[in-house]
Structure formats: structure tokens, C-alpha cells
């Protein structure tokens, strides 16, 4: 007669939570019972090496669908339950067999070489999610009895002897009635199985077989002769069981790799890059990470998940683990598999812990080496790479604060005015001019537009190399920076722009002190501008603008295509070059009469905005100016 027994815990609540709470997905189901099985043909196989009596089998794991019935059965030859376990495990929530015997060679101070991921005894318990009643029927080769478990996951169970039954362990779904939210029925299906079995169980060590359908061809002819084709069924192994990852590099070929990616992340093109990783040490885990050849069309869309796959000894637990990944590296995609990782009883949600802190530095830490490998033994390709995800590269160095920039600043690539390739800072450093001081700097669209600046005339003409900053970000990123092996960043926009002589110098201190009063009624014409200077480094234009202190003209583009009506303005120095014959002009207009300078000095500074690639002010104004002195000109 059975035995009835009152659940050790406030059950009812208890299931309640699991089933409605604890568990997303109601499919998690199959995962947890597979691992479950998985777990005990590991306790079994491990027994058998230290106890006779015990015998090593052919493992495996069944799963079979009744539609008749409406039950789903998985079936191990694992190490079963006797009498005393089924009550202390299938009987005690959360409660787990598997920790037990965990703690229990380490008690003994054996070496635990076993995968066992079911520590948390509410694996079982998934079932209720989709089953209204569950039987177990075990028998294990340390009892010389079978037994028969039944719960409706309510108050109560009850266990009864069973006779012929084999060792292991079979777990019979009774699914629930469909309702007009969950159709349970799809459950039974085979295809549904076969994908829920390579979803979440393809690399369980042990085959997980089911019965699949096939036609074949019969003995019968068809009218014209041909073989007829029979439905039959046959067991299949579903799952691969072999990781990639877990395969010794030598023994992975390139094109296994790239058909991997491109099946298991939907891309049909190969992946750009490969970083397969074991790693042993505070943390151990293995990795295999790919960087897509084209990034994704919503790489940048908010909607956009970044993460790893995440598996625990084979077995997938989390789609996309954000925590492994920083956000300049979200294109990434790939999987981590860990023996370290503690979860929480759900599998599905990771507890705080430092492992994993650990292995997302190392992941980290991993792709940026590989990075810059690359860029130091294949440039091409590194260009290809960079071309696609170099901004985020520079996100990288900009956000936090610039904690990571001397990670990620070897491997930012820039265009520059004297070369037709792209440099790295280091190459850029090396190949300075005798005397440079600073490494400097332009943004504008493209390299042409920094060649046709006005700023670029005395740099040209000593030779001076200027990185070209086309990206939003850029300017933000050279701020962090500051400087690269103790060379500061110059903007040649900058109004400090030391490029003369002391000679020099000493010549323009004399030009400002003879011009002073020019000076000042041209800044008294532009209420606008800072100040009016005699700038240092024009040779061939008559003015240019250069920006004071705070943020740079790009600045002000980019803030204020962001911030709607509260603009931004960086300060205007309006640079006049005294050597051209514009300025000499002027200095004799101002002779003749003060108050003609007034419609010269808005004219200029109109023209260095224009250079400049600012919008005027008053383009109704500068239209009005320039006819009139059109006008004079053609009237003498």
C-alpha cells in the first residue's frame, strides 16, 4: 500500500512561487529535468569507479511524447532514488541531492571532476509548470527495492513499491489542460522537443534521444514504379554533446568555427574575427567570441541587447549576459561557459558575485589583446575592424571617466594630413618633426576641409602632421586623453597655438603694440568676439577664428545638435594675418576715417566663420555689406 507524506514545507505557497515566479519561461522545464538526469548518470558513473557493486552503463538520456496520454516521459540510467532519498530530495523543497553529495566528497577530500549544476533541489519542481501531476518511477543499485513517487504539487505525495523496474530514474508528465494563454499540447510535439533539447541541452555530455519521424522508402511501387515512401519512427540523439568550445583548438578548423557562428548567432556572412580562450586560474571558463564582420543594422538602436551566451558546464542558462560585456564592446557576440559561476536557484538570473567580475575582466581583457595583435600584424584587416566599430572604441575611451583609455588608445586609428593611410598615436609620435611640441589636431567632415583651414598654412609649412577628427565623439575622446607618452593634444583651432621663433614673437608683440587702436575699434565693431589678435600662424589667408578656453567650435556643433534651444557658443578669437595686403588696406582706411573699419570688421569676421564652417550670424546682413562695397568697387 502507497505512503502518504505531508511535504516538509509550506508547499502549496511554495510551488506557487516556483511555478509562477521564479521560473520566465515555462520551457526552462525541459532543461531542468535533462540536467537533473544529466546529474544523475554523473553521481552513477562516479559510484562506479570506487564500488563494485555498481556498474558502469551506456549512458543515456529518453524523452518521449504520448499524445494520447498527454504525457511526456524522460528516462535516465542514472543513479535512481531509494526510499530515504526520495522522501529527504523529491520530498523537501529545495532540498537537493546534488549538493549533498558534492559537500560529501568534499567532506572526504576527494576531487570533485563531476559537471553537477542541479544544487538547488527545485529542478524537479519545474515540472508543475506544465504538468498537473508527476510520477517518478526509480530504483537505485543501493536499494534492492524500486519505487513509485506521485505529487499533484500540492500538500502532499506519496511513494509505493514498484516492481520491474530498471536502475535509473523515469519521469512521467501528466501536461496540463490547454487554456486560451499556454497551449501545453505543443509540448508533445516533436519538433518542439528536438528544438527545446538543442536550445538548452545540445552539449549535455550524455546522448538525449528521442523518437523521430522518417520516411523511407517501402517495398511497394508507386504507378510508375517507383519506390512508395513509409512513415516510421526511429530513437535519434538529438543533441551534439561535444561542445566546439570544449574541442582543442588544433582540432578546430576554421571553417567548423565560422559555420558554428553562423548558424548559432543567424549571419550569413563569416565572422571577422575569432578568439577562442581556456582559461585556468581565479576563475576558470572557457570562451569563444566572435566579432561580426558587418555590424549589426541596430547597433545603436536603444532597443539594441548586448551579451554573452552564458553555459554552465555545457548546459545554456542565459541568452544574453550583459554583465560580461562592456558597452564599447556590445558587438561581440559569443558564449562563456563556466564551472565557477554561482547561480541563483532559478538558473536564469545571476547572483552579484565576484567570479563574475573576474571573467568579465578577463573576457575583456582577452578581446583587446587579440585587437591589437591584429593591428600590429595585419593592418588591413585591422582597418576593416576598425572601419565598422572603431567609434565604439572611442566611446570606450570617453565614457567612465577615461578609465579605460590606456587600454583602448593603441588601438584608435586616425586619418592625417600627411599621410594617405591611417596612423596609430604611436606611429604618429614616432614620425614627428624635429621640435614639434604637440600632437595636433583638426575636426571637420573630411581631410579636405581640414587642409583648406587657414590654421593649416604655418603648420604645412614646417612640415607639422594633423590628425583629422571626423566623428561626433572625437573631440570628447582627445579631452580624456589629454596627451599620449607625455605629448599633449593641441586643436589647431586653439588660440594658444605656440608655433613662432622668439624672434618672431618679438616681431608680432611690435605689430599689436603699433595697431592697438585698429585692434580695438575692430573688437568694438563685434561685440561677438573675445578679442581681436595678430594671429601667429596665418600666412596666406587674411583672418581665421580660433577658439578660447572651454569647449572648441566642433564642440558647439555637436552639443548643440543635441540640446534643442539651449545652445552652447565657444569663445570667438577673431585671427588677423598683418602680412596680407587686405590688413594693409584696412590700416589705411582706418587712417582716413575710424569709423570705416565698422563694416570691414563684419565682413571679416563673417569670412573666418564661413572658413570656419559656423553659420553667420546675420546672413541678411553680410548679403547687404558685401553688395555695397561691391557696389563702390565698380562705381570708381
Known sequence: MAEKFE??????????????????????????????????IDKRHYLSLTNQNIKNLDYEILVEADKEKRTLTITDNGIGFTHDE???NLGTIARSGSRQFVEEMTEKGEKNDTDIIGQFGVGFYSGFMVADSIEVYT?????AKGYKFVSEGLDSYTIDEAEGLNEGSKIVLHLRPNT??????????EYTIKDLIKKYSDYVRYPIKTWVTKFVPSKEKDEKGNPKTEETRELETINSQTPIWKKDKKDVKDEELNNFYKSKFMDWQDPLLTIQSNV?????????????????????????????????KGVFVLDKCKELLPDYLKFVKGLVDTEDLPLNISREMLQEDKALTLIAKSVESKILSELKKLCDKDRAKYEEFFNAYGINLKYGVYENFGEKKDKLQDLILFSTTNSDTKVTLKEYKDHMVEGQKNIYYASADNKDKVLALPQMESLKNKGYD??????????FMIQVLREYDKVEFKNINSSDLDLLSDDEKKDIEKVKEDNKDLLTSIKEALPDVKDVVISTHLTDSACCLSSGEGISFEMEKVLNSQQGDNKVKAERILEINSNSELFKLIQESYKESKDSVKDYSKLLYDEALINQGL?????????????NLMKKSLTK
Open 139 to 143: 530504483k537505485s543499485p543501493l536499494d
Open 280 to 312: 585556468e586560474g581565479n576563475v576558470t571558463y572557457r570562451s569563444l567570441l566572435f566579432i561580426p564582420k558587418k555590424a549589426p543594422y541596430d547597433l545603436y538602436s536603444s532597443k539594441f541587447e548586448k551579451g554573452l551566451q552564458l553555459y554552465t
Open 7 to 40: 511535504f516538509k514545507t509550506e508547499t502549496k505557497r511554495l510551488l506557487d512561487m516556483m511555478i509562477n515566479s521564479i521560473y520566465t519561461h515555462k520551457e526552462i522545464f525541459l532543461r531542468e529535468l535533462i540536467s537533473n538526469a544529466s546529474d544523475a
Open 615 to 627: 553659420p553667420l550670424d546675420n546672413p541678411r546682413e553680410f548679403s547687404s555689406l558685401l553688395e
Open 180 to 189: 486560451d494563454d499556454v497551449k501545453y499540447d505543443e509540448y508533445l510535439d
Open 86 to 88: 526520495l522522501v529527504n
Open 466 to 475: 594633423v590628425l583629422v577628427l571626423t566623428d561626433n565623439v572625437d573631440e
